[in-house]
C-alpha cells in the first residue's frame, strides 16, 4: 500500500480551526442552576473538602484524580522530530491525551515542563502528586529518562511509566513470545541483534531478559558501533549487555542470528543480512516512518520470516496504542502505587494470549481480512480490537493486587469487565473500524458536483487517505481553476464533463442503455439521450454499467432531484419494494442508526416494518446485533390514536418477519434509553436489559428532527443519509454538509460497494452452478 500522503495545510487548519488544540475540559455534573452551582462551588464545595481533609483516601471518592492523568515532557525527543522543547512537543502531548480518552476513558492534563535539569524535573513533578492518578512520562531524552522515571518510581505513591520505553518493549514483548511459539524456539535459547540502544531498545532487552532471554545472547549496536566490554563511553545499563564477542559489524552479527530487532534507524538492513540469519527468522524492524529494511524486501528475502514494523500498512503492527491505555486503565481501578515488573509482563502475556482467541468478525471488517488468526502474519492485536480493554485491563489490575502495590482491591470480577466494557461501548470504534475498511480495498466514486469547493476538498481527502479514487463530474476547466484558487491538488484525479464533445459517444451509448429501461416509463429516445448530459444520471449510469463504483451527490441539490436519477437508472435491489433513509449518529452511547430519516413522509405499519428490516440488514453489515425502539409518543398502548397504534402494528409484523429480531415498541425515546425505570414499568419488554441501537420513527418529520439535533444541538458525529435499499451504491448527501460529513459518507458508500460486489460476485457464481 502506498504511503498516505499528507497535506501540510490540512494539517494545521485540524489544530487551529475553531476551537485550536485537540482537547477541553467538561464538566460531568449539572452546573445549569443556582443550586447546581452552590454544590459545586461555595458553600457546598467544602462538604467534601472537610471529608478529605479528615482522610486523604477520599480525594479519590470526591474528585477525579482516580481517572486522571499527566503526560508530561520537556520536547527533548518528540516522535522523529528530536528536541524541539516543551512548546512545540505539546500538540504531541495533546495527542496522546487524546489517545488515552478514546481508548480508555481516562482523562489527562498534558504538561510541557521548560526544563532539562533532572532534579527540576523531579522537583516539579513531584509537587503535582495531589493532583493526579497516574504519570506518564513522554519524549524525553536518553540517558535523562531513565534517571527520572526511576526517581519518580521510588518517591511518589502513584503509577509512572515512560511510555517511550516501555511501550515498545511491552508489545513487542508479546509479539516476540508468539513469534517464537509459532517458530518452536526456546526464548533462552536464541540468539539476538538489536540494532538502537536508546530507551526504547534498553526497555526492550530488559523485558526480554525479564521473558527468559539470556544477556550473553544479546548483541547490541548504537550509533557508535556494537556494544561490547571494551568500550569506555556506556552507562552501566549498557554494561549489562556489552558482549564480549569480536563482531564489530552488523551484517556479521546477524549470521545465524534468531532475532533481529530494530530500534534504530530506516533500511540499515540488506536482504543479504536476513538472508544470513537462522531457520524461520525473527524481525521486528521497528523504525519509523522507514523500517530497518522494508516489508517487501524482507519476505522477498525469506519467505520463511516471520516480520513485525512501527507501521500500520504491513501485517504485525508493534503500536504502544495496545499497552498505555489499558495498562494505565488496569492501575488507576486498583489504586496502584506503581507500574511494576508484574504488571508489565501481566500485559505482555494478555496481548501475547489475545492474539491466539479467535477474532471477531468486528476486527476482520476493520482491516478488511476474511479470517485473522494466529499465524505468522498475525502474532499481536490490532490496535482497533476492541477487546484490548477488557483483556488488558484486568490483568494488569490482577497482578497489581497479586504482586502487592493494589490499594484497592476487585472482588468482584465479572461486574468489572462489564464497567469496561460501558466505559466506551464495544461499538465505539465503529467509525473509525469504516474507514479502515474503506482504505483497505478503495473503490472508483464518482462526485456529481465537483464544481463545489466542499466536494473538492472532500475528493482530495478521501484521494489522499486512500479511502477511494475519485471521479469529478463537470466543466474540468471550472474545476481545476476552482482547485488552483484553493490550493487543492487534483492533478492525479479523473474529471469528466458530460457536455463536453469527448463524451459525446460515451453520452449516446448511455442514453441508449437508459432508453432500454424507461422507453415504456415517459421517456422517448431523444429525451434518453439528451438526459445524459446531466451530471446525475450521467454518474448513475458510470456506476450502473460498471465504471464507478458509488456516486455521492446531493450537496447543492434538492434530495428528489438526486434520488430520482438514481432509481430511474439504478433501481432497487433484489427484493426491496422501497428505498429508506438511515442515518448514523455516534453518540457517547455507542452509534445509533437512525431511519426513516429522508424519503417516506408518512408511511403505513407495513412500509414501516419493511423499513426496520431493511435497518436490520444494514445494522448487521456492520458486524452488530440490531436492538431496536420503534418510538412514538406513547408506551405500549397507553394511548389509542391511530399514529401510537401503527407503531405497535407494525413491530407484530417485523416480529412475524423475524421472531430473532430484538425490537419493541411503540416505545417513548427516552424510555428506550431508560433500564431502571422501563424495567420496573414494563418488565416485560423485550429491550429490557438491552442496549438501544436503532430507532424507527412513524414518520419523516419526526426522524428528520430527530437527527438534526442530535447532530446540531448535542453536537455528535453523523454519518448520512445512507440510502438503503439501492441495488447499487448511492448515496445523498444532506444540503451543506461539511467537507467531514462528505469524507464520511464516501466510507460508507466504499464499504457498501465493497459488499455489493462481493454479494453480486457470489450470486452470479451461484446462478452459473445453476445453469450447469
Not at 516543551?86 to 480518552?101: H, S, Y
Not at 481501578?333 to 496481548?351: G, P
Not at 485473522?372 to 494488569?396: E, T
Not at 474507514?435 to 476538498?457: Q, S, T
Request: overall charge neutral.
Amino acid at each position: 500500500m502506498a504511503r498516505k500522503k499528507l497535506n501540510k495545510q490540512d494539517a494545521l487548519d485540524y489544530h487551529s480551526q475553531g476551537r485550536p488544540g485537540k482537547i477541553e475540559v467538561v464538566p460531568t455534573k449539572n452546573t445549569k442552576t443556582q443550586w447546581d452551582l452552590s454544590l459545586a462551588y461555595s458553600p457546598g464545595v467544602a462538604e467534601p473538602c472537610k471529608e478529605i481533609h479528615r482522610d486523604v483516601e477520599n480525594v479519590y471518592k470526591y474528585t477525579a484524580k482516580g481517572n486522571l492523568v499527566a503526560v508530561i515532557s520537556n520536547g527533548t525527543a518528540v516522535l522523529g522530530l528530536g528536541d524541539i522543547g516543551p512548546e512545540a512537543g505539546k500538540p504531541v502531548m495533546e495527542g496522546k491525551g487524546v489517545l488515552f480518552k478514546i481508548f480508555a476513558d481516562i482523562d489527562v492534563f498534558d504538561i510541557e515542563l521548560n526544563t532539562r535539569d533532572v532534579d527540576e524535573f523531579v522537583q516539579v513533578v513531584k509537587a503535582l502528586e495531589p493532583t493526579f492518578g497516574g504519570i506518564n512520562l513522554e519524549d524525553i531524552k536518553s540517558p535523562e529518562c531513565f534517571a527520572i522515571e526511576e526517581r519518580l518510581k521510588k518517591e511518589l505513591k502513584i503509577p509512572i511509566m515512560h511510555d517511550d520505553q516501555h511501550g515498545t518493549a511491552i508489545i513487542s514483548g508479546a509479539a516476540l513470545l508468539n513469534a517464537l511459539e509459532l517458530v518452536k524456539k526456546k526464548i533462552e535459547k536464541v540468539k539476538f541483534v538489536v540494532n538502537g540502544a536508546g530507551a526504547a531498545a534498553m526497555a526492550c532487552v530488559k523485558l526480554y531478559v525479564a521473558l527468559g532471554a539470556k544477556h550473553e545472547n544479546f548483541i547490541m549496536f548504537d550509533k557508535n558501533g556494537v556494544i561490547n566490554k571494551s568500550r569506555t563511553d556506556l552507562t552501566d545499563m549498557h554494561m549489562q549487555f556489552a558482549t564480549t564477542s569480536k563482531i564489530t559489524e552488523l551484517g556479521v552479527a546477524m549470521k545465524g542470528a534468531d532475532v533481529f530487532i530494530g530500534l534504530s534507524v530506516g533500511n540499515v538492513v540488506t536482504p543479504e543480512m536476513i538472508k544470513g540469519m537462522a531457520k524461520q527468522p525473527i524481525v521486528f524492524a521497528m523504525a519509523n516512518p522507514d523500517p530497518e529494511i522494508a516489508y517487501e524486501a524482507a519476505i522477498a528475502a525469506r519467505p520463511d520470516i516471520i516480520f513485525a514494523t512501527g507501521r500500520s500498512d504491513h501485517p504485525n503492527q508493534v503500536n504502544n496504542v495496545l499497552g498505555f491505555p489499558y495498562i494505565f486503565r488496569g492501575a488507576l481501578d486498583v489504586r496502584a502505587t506503581q507500574i511494576n515488573e508484574a504488571m508489565k509482563l501481566a500485559a505482555v502475556r494478555a496481548l501475547a494470549d489475545l492474539a491466539k482467541e479467535p477474532v471477531p468478525d468486528i476486527v476482520n471488517l476493520a482491516y478488511n481480512e476474511r479470517n485473522l488468526y494466529f499465524s505468522p502474519n498475525y502474532i499481536i492485536p490490532k490496535p482497533l480490537d476492541p477487546r484490548l480493554l477488557c483483556m488488558v485491563a484486568p490483568a494488569v489490575a490482577r497482578a497489581a493486587i497479586d504482586s502487592g502495590v493494589a490499594q484497592k482491591r476487585i472482588e468482584n470480577w465479572e461486574a468489572y469487565y462489564e464497567e469496561l466494557n460501558h466505559r466506551l461501548g464495544l461499538d465505539n470504534q465503529l467509525f473509525r473500524i469504516i474507514g479502515n475498511k474503506a482504505r483497505k480495498d478503495p473503490r472508483k466514486v464518482v462526485f456529481a458536483e465537483a464544481d463545489n469547493l466542499k466536494v473538492l476538498k472532500a475528493a482530495q481527502v478521501v484521494r489522499d487517505e486512500g479511502i477511494a479514487h475519485p471521479i469529478l463530474l463537470g466543466d474540468e476547466s471550472r474545476i481545476r481553476q476552482l482547485a488552483d484558487d484553493n490550493g487543492i491538488e487534483i492533478e492525479d484525479i479523473e474529471i469528466i464533463d458530460p457536455k463536453s464533445e469527448e463524451m459525446s459517444a460515451k453520452r449516446h451509448h448511455f442514453g441508449d442503455l437508459f432508453f432500454q429501461k424507461r422507453q415504456r416509463k415517459g421517456f422517448n429516445k431523444y429525451e434518453a439521450g439528451k438526459i445524459m448530459r446531466e451530471r446525475n444520471y450521467f454518474g448513475c449510469m458510470m456506476v450502473e454499467t460498471g465504471e464507478a463504483d458509488a456516486l455521492i451527490s446531493g450537496l447543492t441539490r434538492k434530495y428528489p432531484d438526486t434520488i430520482r436519477p438514481a432509481l430511474q437508472v439504478i433501481g432497487m435491489e433484489e427484493g426491496a419494494k422501497r428505498v429508506a433513509g438511515m442515518y448514523i449518529i455516534n453518540t457517547k452511547r455507542g452509534p445509533l442508526f437512525l431511519a426513516d430519516t429522508t424519503v417516506n413522509f408518512n408511511p403505513t405499519a407495513e412500509e414501516i416494518a419493511e423499513i426496520t428490516m431493511m435497518v436490520a440488514k444494514e445494522v448487521r453489515l456492520f458486524n452488530m446485533v440490531p436492538r431496536i425502539a420503534m418510538v412514538s409518543y406513547s408506551n405500549f398502548g397507553s394511548s389509542p390514536t391511530p399514529e401510537a397504534q401503527l407503531m405497535s402494528k407494525a413491530r407484530d409484523l417485523v416480529k412475524k418477519m423475524d421472531p430473532t429480531l430484538v425490537v419493541d415498541g411503540e416505545i417513548q425515546a427516552a424510555m428506550a434509553f431508560n433500564q431502571e425505570i422501563l424495567k420496573d414499568s414494563y418488565p416485560f419488554s423485550e429491550l429490557v436489559g438491552e442496549e438501544v441501537n436503532t430507532l424507527i420513527f412513524p414518520n419523516l418529520s419526526a426522524g428528520n428532527i430527530a437527527y438534526n439535533l442530535l447532530q446540531e444541538v448535542a453536537g455528535f458525529d453523523a454519518i448520512g443519509p445512507v440510502l438503503l435499499g439501492m441495488k447499487k451504491p448511492v448515496h445523498i448527501l444532506q444540503l451543506g454538509s461539511t467537507v467531514r460529513q462528505i469524507v464520511n459518507m464516501v466510507n460508507i458508500a466504499v464499504v457498501d460497494a465493497q459488499h455489493k460486489c462481493c454479494h453480486s460476485e457470489a450470486t452470479a457464481g451461484v446462478t452459473k452452478k445453476k445453469r450447469k
